[in-house]
C-alpha cells in the first residue's frame, strides 16, 4: 500500500555556514521584512500624497521590527503559554524555542506605529493606513514558515489534499528512516491533517494583501485603511481556525469547536467595523494623505 498523502518533513535548517545554522523560519522573517521595505519605497515613490519618503519607511519599519518581536513573543506567553510563564518567568526570552503570537505582535506594532507617529508629527492613523496593506504580505511569508517547520497544523481530514506532518506522528527526529518506510506503506495515513497554514497564508496573507491594496490605491478617509484589515484579518482568521488544530496544551475553550485564536479574532472584527464606520461618519470628504512636509 502507498500513501496517498504529501508527507511534510523539510530540513528546518535552510543553510549552514559553517557553525552557523540559517533557519527557514528566519529566512522568512526576513523576507517579510525586506518585502515590506520594497512595497513602502514603492508607494513612497508612486504615491506622493501620502507624504512618506524613503527614510520615513526605513524608520517605520525598524519600529514595526522591534514591535513584532517584542510583542509577538509577549502576547505568546501571555495568550498560550501563561502557565510557563509563572513556573519561570525567564522562559520569555527563550525566543529559540519557538512560540511567536500574532495578536501579541499586532499590539507590539500598534504601540511602534504610535511611537512612530509621536515622533514624526503625523497622527496615528496616518502611520496606520500607510502600514496596513504592507503587513499581510508578511504574514503569508511568516504561515509558510510554519509550514516548512511543520507546525501549527490543521485538523485531521481525508480531503484529497491533506498532509501528513512528520512532528505530528509522534516519530522523533533520529527515526526518520522509520518515518519515511512508515509513511510509505501507508501506516500514517490515520494522520492526515489539513494544512491550515497555506489557507492562512492564502487568506490572511495574500488575498488580504490583494485586497488592501487596490482600497488603498486611493485617498481614503483617516483610519478606513486599517480598519479594514482589521475587519479583512479578523474574517480570514476565524475561517482559518476551524481547520486548524488548537495548541495542544490549550485546546478547544467551549463546545468543541471555540479556540484561543477565535476568541482573539473577535475583537478585531468588532474593532475593524466600528473603526471604518466613523472613519466615514466623521472624515468622508477629508481622506488620509498626510499633512507633513
Known amino acids: 500500500m502507498q500513501s496517498k498523502y504529501y508527507l511534510v518533513n523539510f530540513d528546518p535548517v535552510a543553510i549552514s555556514i559553517g557553525p552557523l545554522d540559517i533557519h527557514w523560519y528566519g529566512v522568512t522573517y526576513l523576507l ?11 508607494r513612497a515613490l508612486h504615491q506622493g500624497w501620502r507624504g512618506w519618503s524613503k527614510q520615513d519607511v526605513s524608520d517605520v519599519l525598524f519600529y514595526g521590527m522591534l514591535g513584532v518581536i517584542a510583542g509577538g513573543r509577549i502576547g505568546y506567553m501571555l ?37 512612530f507617529a509621536h515622533r514624526t508629527g503625523r497622527t496615528f492613523w496616518q502611520v496606520a493606513d500607510f502600514v496596513a496593506p504592507m503587513v499581510p504580505l508578511g504574514l503569508a511569508f511568516g504561515r509558510l514558515g510554519n509550514f516548512i517547520g511543520g507546525e501549527l ?13 512528520a512532528k505530528s506522528t509522534g516519530f522523533r527526529p533520529g527515526e526518520n528512516p522509520a518515518l519515511i518506510e512508515a509513511w510509505r506503506s501507508g501506516a500514517l495515513d490515520h494522520f492526515a491533517r489539513h494544512p491550515s497554514q ?15 491594496m487596490w482600497y488603498s490605491a486611493r485617498p481614503r478617509p483617516k483610519g478606513a485603511v486599517a480598519g479594514l484589515f482589521l475587519l479583512g484579518y479578523g474574517v480570514f482568521r476565524l475561517i482559518a481556525e476551524f481547520f486548524r488544530q488548537p495548541d495542544e496544551h490549550i485546546g478547544f ?7 484561543m485564536g477565535m476568541l482573539l479574532s473577535l475583537p478585531m472584527i468588532v474593532a475593524g467595523v466600528i473603526v471604518m464606520f466613523f472613519a466615514y461618519r466623521f472624515d468622508p470628504q477629508n481622506p488620509g494623505a498626510s499633512t507633513k512636509s
Open 253 to 259: 475553550l467551549a463546545m468543541q469547536w471555540l479556540t
Open 153 to 165: 497544523w490543521g485538523r485531521l481530514s481525508d480531503v484529497p489534499w491533506a498532509m501528513i506532518f
Open 32 to 42: 517579510a521584512f525586506l518585502a515590506f521595505w520594497w512595497l513602502g519605497n514603492y
Open 198 to 212: 497555506l489557507y492562512q497564508a492564502a487568506l490572511e496573507g495574500l488575498a488580504l494583501f490583494l485586497i488592501l
Open 79 to 115: 495568550f498560550y503559554g501563561f502557565d510557563l510563564l509563572l513556573q519561570n518567568p525567564l522562559s520569555i526570552f527563550r525566543v529559540w524555542d519557538g512560540g511567536m503570537s500574532f495578536h501579541g505582535g499586532l499590539l507590539g506594532v500598534i504601540a511602534a506605529m504610535a511611537w
